[in-house]
């Protein structure tokens, strides 16, 4: 691992890994709202009105894009200044726009395992480009909660070994993953690529059933990961 991170990890887990967390939601009705989603993000395309994606300054090539292409939009908003690490509070944030755009989407992530939503938005890019293999942040005692998902499964997503160079990519329709103590990109396909975040807090039904590690819990997911293999 990089300087960054210099933080020992339990010696159970093994990078690259993920998570998949689709035991725990609807995935038929995820897949059903491919059609519903991909109409109203290629209307957002047309109209050029999204900000665009920022990994970060923690890629891990230098000189790497930290502004690739993808663009976003928020299903909610900062009620004040957009602090990173405040992404996964609740009273930091409420509904935008988006939300009513994308009601029926809305409708499935009420369904999803958080007591609590905060930070909520859709990444997608029309053309398809690469996405910088990126950390999220370096704070090791930080492990924000969230749920990555996607409607289909043409966007190839991955967690990277820095050391060793392999990509595991996501095969699931869902992901939680530790973005702190490994890297995540995404390779080109040349067209429309989408996929959503939801962060928050996790039920206590759902918390329950995720094992901890006694130290760096930024790598829970993976602790949990590797823990089921």
Not at 75 to 92: F, H, M, T, V
Not at 137 to 158: D, M
Not at 216 to 226: D, H, K, R
Request: glycine content about 4%; hydrophobic content about 35%; proline content about 6%.
């Amino acid at each position: 691992m990089s300087s960054e991170v210099a933080e020992k990890v339990a010696p159970r887990i093994r990078y690259p890994s993920y998570k998949s967390l689709d035991e725990f939601i609807d995935v038929e009705w995820l897949k059903s709202l491919d059609g519903y989603v991909t109409d109203r993000i290629q209307r957002r395309v047309d109209q050029q009105q999204d900000i665009q994606f920022y990994t970060g300054p923690f890629t891990f090539a230098e000189k790497a894009p930290v502004k690739p292409g993808s663009k976003m939009v928020y299903l909610s908003q900062p009620k004040g200044e957009d602090d990173y690490y405040d992404l996964n509070n609740p009273d930091a944030w409420e509904a935008a726009a988006g939300a009513t755009e994308f009601s029926e989407l809305m409708d499935f992530v009420r369904t999803l395992p958080f007591k609590a939503t905060a930070r909520m938005l859709i990444m997608y890019d029309p053309e398809g480009r690469a996405v910088t293999a990126h950390r999220d942040h370096v704070s090791c005692n930080l492990c924000h909660e969230f749920i990555w998902f996607r409607t289909n499964l043409r966007k190839p997503f991955y967690m990277l070994n820095e050391n060793t160079g392999e990509k595991r990519y996501v095969t699931s329709h869902s992901a939680w993953f530790d973005s702190v103590n490994q890297f995540h990109g995404g390779d080109a396909t040349g067209e429309l690529a989408i996929s959503i975040r939801v962060d928050g807090l996790f039920s206590e039904d759902f918390k329950a059933t995720i094992p901890v590690p006694e130290y760096n819990l930024a790598s829970t997911p993976s602790f949990w990961a590797c823990s089921a293999s």
